[in-house]
C-alpha cells in the first residue's frame, strides 16, 4: 500500500506535528519568502524553520551570546548554517574560489568540510542567504535537500581521478543524488528569482526518463507532500577502503571489484546493497540506538539509483510518522524485519535481488600525503584538523593555501568524509610547486596518527543540539593523549577516535575505537570497541566523565596495549579480548552491559 493510501485516513493531528507542517507547506514554500522580506527580525517564521532545512540551511543563534544577549533584552543572535548539496565531494578549482569568496563576503569567513564530504558555512545573515545561494548557483553549486527528511547527500570513497572505478562510482553517487531530489520548484522561485508557473510547481527537469515510481502526486511524484519521515542517507564504498563508514548509512552499495594489476581497482562487476544503518540515539533512552546495515542483495552498477529510490520508497511508506525518535530506516527494519522490507524493495523493482556477495574493508580513514592514480597523475591527501579550513594564528593558513592552490593548479580539489580534502590530478612534473605551496602555507604540519585519524562534530557555539564542547574541545585532549602514547611507544600507531558534542552521532562517535559522547559541559560519555574498519559498534564504558578521569581511564589501557598486543591487533580488538569491554554485535544491543 503507498503513502496517501496508508495516510488518507489518519488524521493528522495524530502524526508528528513536521507531518503537518510538510503537508500544508505549499511544497516547502511556506512563508519563506515573507519571512525574508521581514527585516524586523533576523529569524524566519517558527514553523518555516523546519522547512528551511529542506533547502539545506538551519537557523541558529551564537550560543557563546546568548546569556549576554538575552540580559541585554536582545532578541539571540541569529544566523544561519547553510549546507551544500555536492555528492561525491567534488569541487572545481574555480567553484573553489567562488565558495572561498562567499565564505567570507556571506558568512564567518571560513568553510567547514563536514563528515558527509560537503561544505558548510556558518553564521550567515538572512539578508545574506539569498545573495549567497545565488552566487553559489552560479557555480553550478547548490544547497537543495541537503538538510531535511529528503535523501542527503550523497558520499562515495574519495577521489573519482584516482582510477576508473573510482570515476564510475562517483557518477553513480551524482545519478543516486540527481534521481531523489525533490521536484518541487520552491527553492528556485524564493532563492533563485524563478517565476512560478501557474497551478504550482512544474515537473522537475532532470527527472529520469523512465522513472520506475508510480506518479503519486505529480508536483512532488517521488515524496508526495508527505516527504520522508525522516532523513535519508546513502553511501558507496570501494573495498578495501571504508572510507564512508558504509554501515552508518540507511542505504550502502559496497563495490565489488575484480581486482586489477597492482591491486588497483579493475572491473566494477556490481554492488552489495545494505540497509538498516543510522548513528543516532538519545541519552537515557534505550529504545534508541545507533544501528550497523545489513546486507539485503546484489545488484548491478546500472541498477543503483532504482535500488536507492525503491529503498527510499518503502522507508516513506513505512517510516513511523508519529516519533521522530524512531522513524529513521533502521528502525523500520528493526520493527518490519529485513526479509519483509526487502520483498517491498523487489516489489518496487519488480525483480529479485542477487544474493550479497562478500567484501573485505580494512581501514576507514584516508589515504593521506601523496599517491598516484592508474593514470600516473598525483593526488595529495590534506590532513585538515575536524575539517575547519581557516588561517589559523600561528598555525596553518589553511584558506589561504588552499585559495592558491585553486588559483594555481587546474586539477580538482576533492572533500573527504574524514573531514579532509585531496589535491587531484597533479603531473609529476607539477609536484614541487604544490610541495612548495602547502610548504609555504604550512598546511603539512607534524601531526600524531591519533590526531589524523580523529574526528570531532561542529558542537558549540553553533549547534543548538550540544550539550559538550566538540571541534573547539578535541584537539587539546589530543595533545593530552598524544603524551600519553609516547610515553607508552605508540606515537607512531592510529587508534581511531571521534568527539561529539551530544548523542546525536554526527562525527560518527560510535565507530570509533574511542568514542567521546557529550553529556554536559566538559563531561563525556566515553565508549570503547569500535573496528578499525568501521565494522562494529563501540559500547559505555565510563559515563559522564571530565578530562582528568578521562585520562585517568585510558592511561593504563594504552599502557596495557602497549604491552600486551598481538601483532597488528587494533585497540578496539584489544579491549574486547581482554575484557575490559564486550563487543556489540548489534544495535539493539547497543546499551547492554
Ligand atoms: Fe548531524 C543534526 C551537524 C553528519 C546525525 N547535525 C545536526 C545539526 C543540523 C543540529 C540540529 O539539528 O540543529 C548539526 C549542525 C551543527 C552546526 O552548527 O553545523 C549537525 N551533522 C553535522 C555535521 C556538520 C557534523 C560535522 O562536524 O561534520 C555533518 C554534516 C553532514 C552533511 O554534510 O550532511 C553531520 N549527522 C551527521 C552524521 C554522520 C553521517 O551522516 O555520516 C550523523 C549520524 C548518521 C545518522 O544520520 O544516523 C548525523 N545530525 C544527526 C542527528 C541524529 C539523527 C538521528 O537519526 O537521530 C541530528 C539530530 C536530528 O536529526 O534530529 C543531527
Ligand atoms: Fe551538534 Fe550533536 Fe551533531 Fe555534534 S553530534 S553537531 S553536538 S547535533
Redesign the pocket.
Known amino acids: 500500500m503507498d503513502i496517501i493510501a496508508k495516510l488518507r485516513d489518519v488524521p493528522l493531528d495524530e502524526l508528528h506535528p513536521n507531518e503537518r507542517l510538510k503537508v500544508e507547506s505549499d511544497y516547502l514554500r511556506g512563508a519563506l519568502e515573507a519571512g525574508l522580506a521581514d527585516r524586523a527580525t533576523g529569524a524566519v517564521a517558527e514553523d518555516d524553520t523546519q522547512l528551511t532545512k529542506f533547502h539545506g540551511f ?1 537557523q ?1 543563534d551564537d550560543r557563546d551570546l546568548r546569556d549576554e544577549r538575552r540580559h541585554q533584552k536582545l532578541e539571540p543572535l541569529y544566523s544561519f ?1 547553510v ?1 551544500l548539496r555536492l555528492p561525491g565531494g567534488l569541487v572545481t578549482p574555480a567553484q573553489w574560489q567562488t565558495l572561498d569568496d562567499v565564505s567570507s563576503r556571506y558568512a564567518n569567513g571560513t568553510l567547514r568540510i ?3 564530504q ?1 561544505f ?1 558555512y ?1 553564521g550567515v545573515l538572512k539578508e545574506n542567504l539569498r545573495p549567497h545561494l545565488q552566487t553559489i548557483h552560479q557555480a553550478m553549486v547548490d544547497t537543495i535537500a ?2 531535511g527528511d529528503v535523501n ?2 550523497v558520499i562515495c570513497t574519495a577521489n573519482p581521478h584516482r582510477s576508473a572505478v573510482h570515476r564510475q562510482v562517483y557518477e553513480l553517487s551524482h545519478q543516486i543524488s540527481t534521481r531523489l531530489l525533490p521536484s518541487t520548484r520552491a527553492y528556485h522561485e524564493i532563492f533563485l528569482g524563478e517565476e512560478r508557473v501557474a497551478g504550482g510547481a512544474e515537473e522537475r527537469t532532470d527527472a529520469p526518463a523512465e522513472s520506475d515510481s508510480p506518479a503519486l502526486d505529480p508536483q512532488e511524484p517521488l515524496y508526495t507532500r508527505h516527504y520522508l519521515p525522516r ?1 535519508f ?1 546513502v553511501a558507496l564504498a570501494i573495498p578495501p577502503e571504508n572510507d564512508v ?1 558504509l554501515f ?2 540507511d542505504v550502502g552499495f559496497i563495490a565489488d571489484v575484480q581486482q586489477g594489476e597492482n591491486g588497483e581497482p579493475g572491473e566494477l562487476r556490481g554492488f552489495t546493497v545494505c540497509i538498516g544503518g ?3 540515539m538519545t541519552h537515557g533512552e534505550p529504545t534508541t540506538f545507533p544501528r550497523l546495515s545489513d546486507p539485503i542483495g546484489y545488484c548491478t552498477p546500472e541498477a543503483v539509483p532504482a535500488v536507492a529510490e525503491a529503498i527510499m520508497l518503502v522507508q516513506r511508506d513505512n517510516g513511523n510518522r508519529r516519533d521522530r525518535k524512531q522513524a ?1 530506516l533502521k528502525y523500520t527494519v528493526e520493527e518490519m524485519g529485513l526479509d519483509a522490507f526487502k520483498a517491498e524493495v523487489e516489489g518496487h523493482l519488480g525483480e529479485a535481488l542477487a544474493p550479497a556477495r562478500d567484501y573485505h574493508f580494512d581501514n576507514n580513514g584516508d589515504r593521506l600525503g601523496w599517491i598516484q592514480g592508474d593514470d600516473g597523475l598525483w593526488h595529495y591527501g590534506l590532513f585538515v584538523q575536524n ?1 575547519r579550513i581557516a588561517d589559523f594564528p600561528d598555525g596553518p593558513q589553511l584558506r589561504t593555501g588552499l585559495r592558491e592552490i585553486a588559483e594555481q593548479h587546474d586539477g580538482d580539489l576533492v572533500l573527504t568524509t574524514n ?1 579532509n580534502v585531496i589535491i587531484t590530478q597533479v603531473d609529476e612534473s607539477r609536484r614541487e610547486a604544490i610541495d612548495a605551496l602547502l610548504d609555504r602555507h604550512r598546511l603539512v604540519a607534524e601531526t600524531s596518527p591519533l590526531r589524523r585519524n580523529a574526528m570531532a ?2 558542537a558549540f557555539p ?4 550540544a550539550m559538550a564542547e566538540s571541534e573547539r574541545y578535541l584537539p587539546s585532549l589530543i595533545d593530552k593523549l598524544d603524551a600519553v602514547m609516547r610515553e607508552a611507544g605508540l606515537a607512531d600507531d592510529a587508534i581511531i577516535m571521534r568527539m561529539t558534542g551530544c548523542p ?5 562517535p560510535y565507530l570509533a575505537e574511542i568514542g567521546f559522547v557529550g553529556k554536559a559541559p566538559g563531561h563525556y560519555n566515553l565508549y570503547l570497541g569500535g573496528g578499525f574498519s568501521g565494522q562494529r559498534l563501540n559500547k559505555l564504558h565510563r559515563e559522564n566523565i571530565d578530562e582528568a578521569t578521562i585520562l585517568e581511564t585510558l592511561t593504563p589501557l594504552i599502557q596495557r596495549y602497549a604491552a600486551e598486543r598481538e601483532a597488528d591487533e587494533p585497540f578496539g580488538d584489544f579491549v574486547i579480548r581482554i575484557g575490559v569491554i564486550n563487543a556489540t554485535t548489534a544495535g539493539r544491543e547497543f546499551h547492554e552491559v
Open positions: 538551519y541558529q548554517m549546507r563536514t563528515t558527509r560537503t558548510q556558518h541537503a538538510c542527503r547527500n532523513k542517507k563508514d552508518a548509512h543510522g548513528m543516532g529513521r575539517g573531514q562534530c561542529v553553533t549547534c543548538g543540539l546525536n552521532g554526527c562525527a560518527r
